[in-house]
């Protein structure tokens, strides 16, 4: 025989033994005092002062600032960069494509130097010679003044070239080759060859662009080739005039464009931080003010008024702290009172703890168990065994009306009076009615007690049974293996002074046969509900105690709270849970 008493958990609910986590209201208000605070204390709520860690606001919106300005140079230097880079292309291609067409222009006899005479009489058949690569011609073939005037046109297009290379330090080469590609006239180099390597190659406006290096002594240079090409009098080609470009200039000029491209970003970037800054200072500030202001009010002092200036954001949310102080004062003055009252609630838990007994009575033959479980409010649910002076056992389970301290009360004084009346007296009706009339002039309207009473002679097997306003009793036939509930008349404790009461009241016998099972409940074992929010209900529990009647009592109290606690699926009931139980053996 066991009895599952009810204990503590945490502040707010009991449990039954075994669970995880049990302390009853004294352990917790003990260790409250062991830590030298009591509940409600405001200086628990107080901690340290918080810490700005990391980057302040001002720091932050620097930085961002800072890296939006980053990029945005970053960007428009890209687009400058690729601008500048096009521009200078386009320069030196318009260069080097108006240099090599300039150079082309002469026909190709005022290119050619003169070594000798030449049989041909015109400088038609000249160009015609040069093109068949005949290149000593016999002296006497032109005339004095044509041969002096030739040479003046020849010298003259030389100094066109020596100008070219001295006005523009680009020009790495120039070359006037014949159409065989055999060199006519070389300035810039002693060589036969031209030292350009192409790498590719495209035409504009009549005019091949190679790109490549040239190499010189120096070693290689990043260079263009603008070749045009020298077109005769009948309108064919008769000659090639090339001309070599450094790239230099471009890349030095891009490397001038980075410099100051770097340049203006980090003083664009230094100069956005300094204002960045400064603006943070002035944005910060009101929330430096708001943070001093809520540090104070932390601390304890509810009566700091809240600073509130325009009615930005910050100033909306200054006006809010100001109201959230006003709502934690009464906050902390209701807790204040929260707190008596949790202490009361706490005295009320304990005593009606030990309402229920410890140990329950072995009596042979029997088997007796019973089960509490609280509910989130305190209740006024109790049950009761012990051994009367004849012998007889007498048993009940009770509920108060209402919940919380003053059911708890109630429930305290009605297991009082049942319990001095019992020692005196051995009938059970008799003790229902004196407990009515010592309980019913201390009751309030709408305030009574319902209980379920039975003494059993054990020798005998026979039961006692009165209820006063209770449900009634539940017996369990072991020969039919049918459940059936014993109704007994009766109104509820306190409903009445006497006479009602006593006209009322009726007891019944029952003879319990070896087998038979009686079980006690109060009404919130029907009540208790599922997820879906359906009623467990009196029929599905009285086959549930016809299933698992025929095991003794504590196995019978374990399948049938495992049943309930798979039925209610994680929810909490609302009310108490009690039954208590008898099985003959």
Known sequence: MSAQKPTRKGDSTLIVPGAPGAHSATQILRAAELK?????????????????????????????VSAAIALFMLVFGMALYSQQKGALNEQIDAAGIHAARSLAAADI????????AYENTDFGGFETAIAKGDKKIPEGALKKEQIDEAKKRTEFNRQRLAKLISEDDRVLDVM??????????????????????????????GVQIGYGTYVASAGEIPARSFTASIVGFHGSEVGKATVVLSERSIQESLQGVQKRILLLTLFFVALGVGVSFMMGARVTAPITDLTHDVEVIAKGDLDHKVKVGAMDEIGVLAKTVARMTQSLKGAQEAQVEHAKQKHQLAVALEIQSNLFPKTLPQVPGYDLAAFYRPGPEVGGDYYDVFPMQDGRLFFAVASASGKGIPAAMLTVMARSFTTATAERESDIASIFKIVNRLLSPDLRRGMYVTSLAAILDPKTGHLQVANAGHHPLIRYDAATKT??????????LGFDKGPVFDRTLRVIDVELKPGDRV??????????????????????????????????SSAFVKLVTYTLDQFLGGSVPDSDITFLTLRRA
């Not at 006899?109 to 000798?116: E, H, L, P, T």
């Not at 055999?182 to 790498?199: C, D, H, N, V, W």
């Not at 009404?523 to 016809?546: C, D, M, Q, S």
């Open 109 to 116: 006899s005022a290119w050619y130097q003169f070594n000798g």
């Open 36 to 64: 030298g605070k009591k509940p409600g204390d405001s200086s628990i709520l107080h901690g340290e002062r918080i810490r700005r860690t990391g980057l302040s606001v001002s720091a932050k919106f620097a930085l961002i």
């Open 483 to 492: 459940v059936t509930p014993l109704h007994a008349d009766g109104i509820g």
């Open 176 to 205: 006037i080759t014949d159409p065989s590609q055999r060199e006519i006239i070389r300035i810039a180099s002693g060589s036969t060859k031209l030292a350009f390597s192409p790498q590719s190659a495209r035409e504009d406006l």
């Open 519 to 552: 079980t006690m409940v109060t009404p919130g074992v029907f009540g208790i509900k599922n997820r879906e929010g359906h009623e467990l209900g009196e029929e599905n529990f009285h086959r549930l105690v016809a299933r698992e009647a025929a095991k003794d």
